[in-house]
Every structure is written in C-alpha cells, then in structure tokens.
C-alpha cells in the first residue's frame, strides 16, 4: 500500500471515528490488531458491541466503496472478532449481542459524503 493510500485510510478512519462517536458510539479500540488482521474500529452501542469496518474511495473508477468488502473479509472480520470476544472477559466490557457495520467515507477531505450500514452483513 501506497504512502498515499494509507494517509488517506487513516484520514478515513479518523472521520469514521468522529462520526460514530457523534452518534453516540462508545470507541472501544481503533486498529485492533491479532494474528493477520485488524478490526478498524470496535465500539459500543448501547447493549450492542459493534465491529466496524471502515471503506473509504475518492474515485468512481472502481465503483463504490461498499462493494470492495469482499467475502473474504467478512469472514477475516468474523474470526478477528471471535478472538476478540473471547479475551472480553479480562476486558470487562458488557454487552448483549454484537454486530458489524460498514462505514464508507466517499471522496476526499475536502468534500466527501459518510455512509454507515448498522449490521451490514451476517457472516457464516
């Protein structure tokens, strides 16, 4: 990955990040990191604890962010979480059921349009 390209994803997470937060969103972790993966941002939400993955993209070219979430990284997303949950009981984090959520940043910093998907996908 570019220099450019990964200046603009952390720019990308950052606004993510604000966006949740302003909706209320507890931020728990940002690029939580295990084995060969990470999870872009992990959050409360009331009772619910959310793994968010963050999509960002300033060029139609290659269609809209959404549709780079490719199978593959649903399920590296699931099994990213299933090892987070299972070290929650040392973290004491409470919460009721758990989701993912999609949160595209489309454009770039000086224009650019948030677009954030509540339990985008089920993965099995």
Known sequence: MSH?????????????EAYLSEKGYHILFKN???ERGDIDIIALN????????????????????ELRLTNNKKRQM???ATLF???TEALDIE???CRF????????QNKFEIRHYENAFLVS
């Open 4 to 16: 450019y390209s990964q200046k603009i994803g952390k720019w990308g997470e950052k606004e993510a």
């Open 32 to 34: 939580w990191r295990a």
């Open 46 to 65: 009331n009772n619910c604890l959310v793994f968010v993955e963050v999509k960002g993209g300033s060029s139609a070219k290659y269609g809209p962010p």
């Open 78 to 80: 699931r099994k990213l």
């Open 85 to 87: 949950l299972a070290g």
């Open 95 to 97: 919460y009721e059921f």
């Open 101 to 108: 959520d999609v949160v595209v940043i489309d454009g770039h």
